[in-house]
Structure formats: structure tokens, C-alpha cells
């Protein structure tokens, strides 16, 4: 699908559409938020201790399909939705002020459409052009930092007390690239949390050991299973007698780690369920006989067939089927087109127009507020509508 543009009509329809936009903008976040509410009620001691990221891992995944399940094929720069999230995630513009036009899903794959120089569309407070290929394909704008990749093959973060076994989720500071390090943030995980503790460090990560579909590496070797000491304040060092890197807040039990290696009164370890804070403490650890954890894999949401989720939460607005080929505006932008049928809550409707104004999705991946024709809209029953 080629992209979607912005477009315009005639002087006098340009002017309504603007005015349409302008009140649609004013009252569209408290609209997204209220009507969906109800269902969606490089050179250290400690790096002595961790493995290099092999040069012979590869992941491998299923990509987001097509409507007749062929694979898409995915950009390697593609980026996903790391987080979820009850506010919406795509607007209409990169400012601060743009209007929010919809939501994303967790796992959601995103291509940037920013050009690959543009590294200050990954600063915080940014917001990146991104393109969502799918059965309601987008072209909008994503905060930064929300966008993330999976590890691929474990390894060491240059630069900051981390290690990262395969799918561990960092973020990335600079366009992805093909070849080389990249700028990564990325913060310890723990199997509880442990408040403002739980810093992000900054660093950098082969860019070839990154990618934005999960990865069957397997992790790195573990260690020997301990825990910290409950009920105090552990310090953690960059080497024995060396800097401070974190200080962890009394946990009880205490917080579970690896014991990699033994040095006196110090031990290696590697703290966390993944990614981890890595370094020395000289504290008496504890054996761990608990079960590990199993593995958490944020996944790419996108169940396909029924009422997609945010639309079957709005039901005090009436459901609709969509026909294939619908382009959903805001204003005088194309903001989504369906390639499938789609469902829809319909707002409000305005038969002069010949529009209606809808929640729109074709499954829980992307969901959209917009405008679409009236002719586009189908009844809720029966089979799925088609031009």
C-alpha cells in the first residue's frame, strides 16, 4: 500500500473541514478516554562475567499477516509498542499539541517513516512518523518513547551496568541501523517492583542484536540461583571497591539474582528477572530454590475475527460493519484505510455530510477516531460487508 496523504478539496469544503477538525480536536482525548473507559476498565570487573552476544543467534518469528495470512514483510528499522496503555498513542502531528487520533496495542510492529538521519525524532518528549502495515494500515505519529526493539542474542550493554538475554525490550535513541552500536535505554526488571529504584541506564547495543520480532535465542548461562538479604538497603559496585551503580531498597524476600562469580567478600551478580543490573555486592547472599520466573514476551497483539476489544467496550454508541477500502479522515487528512471489513461505534451521524463520525478497528491493533462516509457503514449483523 502506498502512503496515505494529507488531502484537500475546494476552497469552501477546505474551510469546513478545517472547522470540523478544530471541533473534533477539542473534545477528541476526552472523547477516546471516556468512551472506551468501560472495557478497558564496555570494560569493567563486572562485564568479565557476562557473555558476548553471539555471532551466530538469529530470530526468528511469524510477521503480522495479511488478510488472507500472507506474511508482511518487515522493515529491518521496524520498531514496536512496548508498553500498554490506556492513553491514546497516535496523533495527527509531531508538536505537543497535536490532537491524539487513536490507539496501539502492545507488540504492535511500527516502521518509521522519519528519515534515517533525523535522530532527534528519538529524543524524549519526541514523536516519530511511524506506518502501521495491517487490515487498518496507518501513517500518524507515535511518542518515542513508547517504541522499543527485542534483543535478538544476549549480551553485554556497553556503558552501563545491564546484561539483556534474547527478547528483553530496550529503547532505542537513534534511528535503527543495520551495522554497528546503537543508543539504547534500558531498565533492570525485577520480579516485583522496587519504586524509583528501578533506574534506566543509557548505553549502547550491537544494532545486528536487535530487531523488533521475538527471537528463540537462548539466554545466556545462568548462574547460581541466590537471593539479596532481606530487609536491607543493598549497595551494588561496579568492581570490588569500586563506583556505586544502584542502590536497591530493602526487599522482603530479598530481590532474586545470580551469583556469577566469587572474589573475597564479593560477588558478582547479575540482578533481576531481564534485563539485569549487573555488578558486585558484598553482602551475604541467600540460596533460591523458588521457581524461576517464566519467560515474559511482550507478544503482537492482533486477534483476528469478532468485535475487536476497544470497539466492544463503547457500547452506549451503535455497532457497525465497515465495508473494505473505507478511508477514515480527520479533518482534511487521511488518517487509516481499511483493507478488510472493519467495525465501528458510530457517534455521531451527519447525513447532509454524508458522513459519520466513528471509533473504527479491523482488529485490537490499531483503533482510530475519525470520520468516515455514510455509505461505508453496514449493519452489525449478518456476514461481513464488502464493496
Known sequence: MGPLTEHGGAR????????????????????LLAVLAAGCA??????????APSATATATATAPSTAAGAPLAVDPRALFVTTASEAPALFAGPGPDAPPVGFLAEGVLVEPVTPPSDAAAFNDGARLLVRVRGPLAVRLYVDAARLGERVQR?????????????????RVLAPPAVGGDVPVEVQPRFERSIGNAAESYRG??????????????????????????????????DRPDGVVVATLPPMS???????????G????????????????????????????????????????????ARIAAGASAPLARVVPGTRVRFGDQTIGVLSTPGY????????????????????????????VPLDALRTADGPAPSR
Open 12 to 31: 469552501g469544503r477546505a474551510r469546513t473541514g478545517s472547522r470540523r477538525a478544530a471541533a473534533l480536536a477539542g473534545a477528541l482525548c476526552a472523547a
Open 344 to 371: 465501528a461505534r458510530v457517534l455521531h451521524g451527519s447525513p447532509d455530510l454524508n458522513e459519520a463520525d466513528v471509533f473504527v478497528a479491523a482488529d485490537d491493533r490499531v483503533t482510530l477516531r475519525g470520520m
Open 265 to 308: 567478600r564479593w560477588s558478582g551478580v547479575r540482578i533481576g528477572t531481564g534485563p539485569y543490573l549487573v555488578g558486585f555486592v558484598d553482602v551475604p547472599l541467600e540460596a533460591d530454590t523458588s521457581s524461576p520466573p517464566a519467560p515474559d514476551v511482550a507478544g503482537s497483539s492482533g486477534a483476528q475475527g469478532g468485535v475487536p
Open 253 to 263: 524476600p530479598g530481590l532474586r539474582a545470580q551469583r556469577l562469580r566469587a572474589a
Open 204 to 237: 549502547t547495543f550491537p544494532a545486528a542484536a536487535l530487531g523488533a520480532l521475538p527471537s528463540d535465542a537462548p539466554p545466556m548461562p545462568g548462574g547460581e540461583p541466590v537471593r539479596l538479604p532481606a530487609a536491607r538497603t543493598v549497595q551494588v559496585y
Open 154 to 170: 544476549p549480551g553485554r550493554v556497553a556503558g552501563a551496568p545491564v546484561s539483556v538475554d534474547p527478547n528483553d525490550i530496550v
Open 42 to 51: 564496555h570494560t569493567s570487573a563486572a562485564s568479565e562475567t557476562e557473555a
